[in-house]
C-alpha cells in the first residue's frame, strides 16, 4: 500500500507540473529524493519517464480538434497536415542531442542543486521576459516559418537539464522568437508529443524486459492518475493564459529553487 500511495504522489506531480513551466522532472527529481518509490533505482528512474506517456495521451485528448483531420477541426485539413510538419521539425534537435548526450546529462544532473539552480534560472527568464515582451509577430502555428520552429526545437534541448523544463524552453524560446503567448503553450504542448514519445519509448525498450508484475501494476496506476491531472493542467493552463502572463510560474521557481538550496545546506536533501 506504502508503495501505492508513493506512485500516485509521483503520478500528480508529474501530470500537475508536466505540461506548466515548472519542471516536472525537477519537480519528480525533488519529490523521489524525499520520497523513494522502491529499492529499485532502475525502476525508479522508469517510472519517472514512463508516466509521462498517459501525460502525452491527454495533451492529444485535448487538443485533438486541432492536431487530427475532421469535420470538427479548427484548421483544415491541409493546415493539419502544415502543423505536423513544424513539429516534426521542430523534433530534429531533441531527438538529435538527446541520443548524443541524453545518459550523461542524466548521470550528472539528475540532482536536487543542478535542478535549484535550473529552476532559478529560468523563473528569471520567464519574469524578464514578460518584462520585454513585445508585439507577436505569429498567432497560429501554420504561419510560423519551418526555421522558426527549427530554432524553438533547439530552445526544447535546453530541457536536457532537469530543473529547465521542457514547456518553459520552448515557451520563452517561442516568444522570442515572436509567437504569442497562446501560440507558444499551444505549440509547447503538441511538440510535446513526439519529443516525449520518443524519451519514452526509449525507456521502455531499454527498462521493459526488467520491470516485474508489481511494478507494472504501479506504472499502471500511476499512468491513469498522470492522465487525469495532466489533462487537467493543460485544460487550466490554457485558460489561465488568456488573462494572465507567465510572470507567476517565475515566481514560484525563483521561490522553489531557494526552498530547495536552503533544505540542501540544512541537509535536509542527501547530495551525495
Not at 48 to 59: D, K, N
Not at 209 to 230: C, D, M, N, R
Not at 233 to 243: D, Y
Request: aromatic share 12%; glycine share 8%; net charge neutral.
Amino acid at each position: 500500500m506504502e508503495s501505492i500511495i508513493k506512485a500516485i504522489v509521483l503520478a500528480i506531480v508529474e501530470g500537475a507540473t508536466e505540461f506548466l513551466p515548472v519542471s516536472s522532472t525537477g519537480h519528480l527529481i525533488l519529490v523521489e529524493n524525499w520520497i523513494k518509490l522502491s529499492d529499485d533505482a532502475d525502476f525508479n528512474a522508469a517510472f519517472m519517464v514512463m508516466i509521462q506517456l498517459p501525460a502525452i495521451l491527454s495533451v492529444v485528448v485535448y487538443f485533438r480538434h486541432t492536431i487530427f483531420p475532421g469535420p470538427k477541426n479548427e484548421y483544415s485539413n491541409e493546415e493539419v497536415k502544415q502543423l505536423w510538419l513544424r513539429v516534426m521539425v521542430a523534433v530534429v534537435p531533441a531527438l538529435g542531442l538527446g541520443y548524443l548526450f541524453g545518459d550523461l546529462i542524466q548521470e550528472k544532473l539528475f540532482a536536487p542543486f543542478p535542478v535549484a539552480c535550473a529552476l532559478f534560472v529560468g523563473g528569471i527568464a520567464l519574469i524578464v521576459l514578460e518584462k520585454a515582451m513585445k508585439e507577436p509577430k505569429f498567432n497560429t502555428s501554420v504561419e510560423l516559418p519551418f526555421k522558426t520552429v527549427f530554432l524553438i526545437g533547439l530552445f526544447q534541448c535546453l530541457a536536457m537539464v532537469p530543473g529547465t523544463s521542457r514547456s518553459a524552453a520552448t515557451i520563452i524560446g517561442a516568444m522570442l522568437l515572436g509567437t504569442s503567448r497562446p501560440l507558444a503553450a499551444r505549440f509547447s504542448f503538441i511538440l510535446a508529443i513526439p519529443t516525449m514519445c520518443a524519451a519514452t519509448g526509449y525507456t521502455i525498450l531499454t527498462s521493459g524486459a526488467t520491470i516485474h508484475s508489481e511494478q507494472w501494476g504501479l506504472l499502471a496506476i500511476g499512468s491513469v492518475v498522470s492522465f487525469l491531472v495532466a489533462y487537467g493542467s493543460v485544460a487550466g493552463l490554457m485558460k489561465f493564459i488568456q488573462n494572465h502572463t507567465f510572470t507567476a510560474f517565475g515566481v514560484y521557481r525563483i521561490v522553489l529553487a531557494v526552498v530547495v538550496l536552503i533544505a540542501i545546506w540544512t541537509g535536509f536533501y542527501d547530495t551525495e
